[in-house]
């Protein structure tokens, strides 16, 4: 997946400049590497609170996962809050709650401030599809009242039906607060933001080397950007950058597919409500309406690391299974991308050293949290760290097996939970 991306998002794209590669040397306050949500909001937050801020990003801005993604905004974290209960206890998880709704907010805040034209809408739906998965639902709009003090409603099979025109789901959570953006014009946004601010942007600039000094030394192929502080948001992306980073996540590959324009009577048939979908499976289906009316629908995931053959022809089968309305709609895209998964699916935030920080393992659940852990690293390199060194407390440990063996025991793995999901 390296190369350029045929997506909805690329074609629907806001104007935006192309910015140089990096040259020579310079000297920053910080040095942010990597050009998605993660790194735009860290430079942004930064420059804002006038630090010198460069920001190196190895392709174009919003090349990565951000470009890509499905769009849903949701609160929370992907390994769910039960386990970020057992990690970090009662009250520091209601505190990491908390600021992944802030994340929530921050969006909207700056959507506005920034005027973004990133077609956000509010509301979100979690759905079940077996009897097994609406009782997991109702336990946790259970949990989220009582221990997290967030209500969302819960929605028998019919009340589904009435918002989705689909047999397959028994029932729902939905969440008003949580919603869906067009994600590479949001990214975009940001980028344009924080040049507006004084963010320094190089782009199809890899960073090929940190060298962990006081100040910190980041290589690119063409030049070096000196700081004292460095901030890595590299993502699955971050190849051989750093290794210890690297143990830690598994690039996962997962699918889209937007079909051609339905026209805004078609879509809202299918859809009523203008929110964002997605199920209970382990190996997850989720979509959403686009500003012009088609049905952008993700699924499947590949653990190999490969582009499975014919990633249309799978997701579009996929489709169909929720939407058998839609045998006639032609597919205008399909595109892929990878998320940077954790053993706990947990987020991964830290230092490698006292200047050196990074945020990974968004697992998947990145479009909100994103924005908020730039916020919580610009915080740290400001001397408040309280925030991020909640995160920093969570046990991550490398993926089994060492770089030849961890794939095929993840594919192993995998195959056991889509066997759940079968029962
Ligand atoms: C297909 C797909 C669907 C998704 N759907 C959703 C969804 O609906 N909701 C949700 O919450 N999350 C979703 N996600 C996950 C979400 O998109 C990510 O968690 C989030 O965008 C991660 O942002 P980021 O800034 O950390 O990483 P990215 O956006 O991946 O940015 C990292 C950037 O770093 C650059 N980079 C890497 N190494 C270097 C280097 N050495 N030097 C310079 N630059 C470098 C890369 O080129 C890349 O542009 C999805 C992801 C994918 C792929």
Same mark, same amino acid.
């Given at each position: 997946?390296?190369?350029?991306?045929?997506?909805?998002? @690329?074609?629907?794209?806001?104007?935006?400049?192309?910015?140089?590669?990096?040259?020579?040397?310079?000297?920053?306050?910080?040095?942010?590497?990597?050009?998605?949500?993660?790194?735009?909001?860290? @430079?942004?937050?930064?420059? *804002?609170?006038?630090?010198?801020?460069?920001?190196?990003?190895?392709?174009?801005?919003?090349?990565?996962?951000?470009?890509?993604?499905?769009?849903? @905004?949701?609160?929370?974290?992907?390994?769910?809050?039960?386990?970020?209960?057992?990690?970090?206890?009662? *009250?520091?998880?209601? +505190?990491?709650?908390?600021?992944?709704?802030?994340?929530?907010?921050?969006?909207?805040?700056?959507?506005?401030? #920034?005027?973004?034209?990133?077609?956000? #809408?509010?509301? !979100?739906?979690?759905?079940?599809?077996?009897?097994?998965?609406?009782?997991?639902?109702?336990?946790?709009?259970?949990?989220?009242?009582?221990?997290?003090?967030?209500?969302?409603?819960?929605?028998?099979?019919?009340?589904?039906?009435?918002?989705?025109?689909?047999?397959?789901?028994?029932?729902?959570?939905?969440?008003?607060?949580?919603?869906?953006?067009?994600?590479? &014009?949001?990214?975009?946004?940001?980028?344009?933001?924080?040049?507006?601010?004084?963010?320094?942007?190089?782009?199809?600039?890899?960073? %090929? #080397?940190?060298?962990? =000094?006081?100040?910190? %030394?980041?290589?690119?192929?063409?030049?070096?950007?000196?700081? $004292?502080?460095?901030?890595?948001?590299? &993502?699955?992306?971050?190849?051989?950058?750093?290794?210890?980073?690297? =143990?830690?996540?598994?690039?996962?590959?997962?699918?889209?597919?937007?079909? *051609?324009?339905?026209?805004?009577?078609?879509?809202?048939?299918?859809? +009523?409500?203008?929110?964002?979908?997605?199920?209970?499976?382990?190996?997850?289906?989720?979509?959403?309406?686009? @500003?012009? #009316?088609?049905?952008?629908?993700?699924?499947?995931?590949?653990?190999?690391?490969?582009?499975?053959? &014919? %990633?249309?022809?799978?997701? $579009?089968?996929?489709?169909?299974?929720?939407?058998?309305?839609?045998?006639?709609? +032609?597919?205008?895209?399909?595109?892929?991308?990878?998320?940077?998964?954790?053993?706990?699916?947990?987020?991964?935030?830290?230092?490698?050293?006292?200047?050196?920080?990074?945020? !990974?393992?968004?697992?998947?659940?990145?479009?909100?949290?994103?924005?908020?852990?730039?916020?919580?690293?610009?915080?740290?390199?400001?001397?408040?760290?309280?925030?991020?060194?909640?995160?920093?407390?969570?046990?991550?440990? =490398?993926?089994?097996?060492?770089?030849?063996?961890?794939?095929?025991?993840?594919?192993?793995?995998?195959?056991?939970?889509?066997?759940?999901?079968?029962?």
């Amino acid at each position: 997946m390296t190369e350029a991306v045929h997506s909805y998002y @690329a074609a629907t794209a806001n104007p935006a400049p192309a910015f140089p590669a990096l040259t020579g040397e310079i000297v920053a306050d910080v040095c942010v590497v990597g050009g998605g949500i993660a790194g735009c909001s860290t @430079a942004l937050h930064l420059a *804002e609170k006038g630090y010198r801020v460069v920001l190196l990003e190895g392709e174009r801005i919003g090349w990565g996962a951000s470009g890509r993604s499905g769009g849903q @905004a949701i609160v929370g974290f992907a390994s769910g809050q039960d386990k970020i209960v057992h990690a970090a206890g009662k *009250e520091n998880a209601r +505190r990491m709650w908390d600021i992944s709704i802030e994340g929530l907010d921050l969006i909207a805040d700056r959507v506005a401030r #920034h005027h973004i034209d990133c077609d956000l #809408h509010w509301g !979100q739906m979690h759905a079940a599809i077996k009897p097994r998965q609406r009782d997991d639902l109702l336990a946790e709009q259970a949990s989220l009242a009582k221990d997290f003090d967030y209500p969302v409603d819960f929605l028998e099979r019919n009340a589904v039906r009435e918002i989705l025109s689909t047999e397959r789901y028994c029932a729902a959570l939905y969440d008003k607060r949580s919603g869906h953006l067009h994600p590479l &014009n949001y990214t975009l946004g940001l980028a344009a933001a924080a040049t507006a601010a004084g963010v320094q942007i190089f782009e199809h600039s890899k960073a %090929t #080397h940190v060298d962990r =000094n006081d100040p910190a %030394t980041v290589s690119t192929a063409t030049g070096k950007v000196k700081a $004292r502080f460095v901030a890595l948001c590299c &993502n699955a992306y971050i190849g051989g950058l750093e290794p210890t980073l690297r =143990n830690r996540i598994m690039p996962v590959g997962t699918y889209i597919v937007a079909t *051609e324009p339905l026209g805004e009577e078609r879509i809202a048939s299918l859809i +009523r409500r203008n929110v964002a979908v997605s199920d209970a499976n382990f190996v997850l289906d989720y979509f959403r309406r686009s @500003a012009d #009316h088609r049905l952008i629908f993700g699924g499947r995931v590949s653990y190999s690391g490969l582009d499975p053959f &014919n %990633t249309q022809r799978a997701t $579009r089968k996929r489709m169909l299974a929720v939407f058998p309305q839609l045998t006639d709609a +032609r597919i205008d895209f399909a595109w892929g991308g990878y998320v940077d998964i954790t053993l706990s699916r947990a987020p991964d935030f830290g230092r490698l050293a006292s200047n050196i920080f990074y945020l !990974q393992g968004f697992s998947g659940h990145g479009i909100a949290l994103t924005g908020i852990a730039g916020k919580l690293v610009a915080e740290a390199i400001c001397g408040q760290a309280e925030r991020f060194d909640l995160f920093t407390r969570l046990d991550h440990r =490398n993926f089994p097996g060492g770089p030849l063996l961890r794939t095929p025991s993840l594919v192993l793995a995998m195959l056991w939970y889509r066997m759940r999901d079968w029962l």
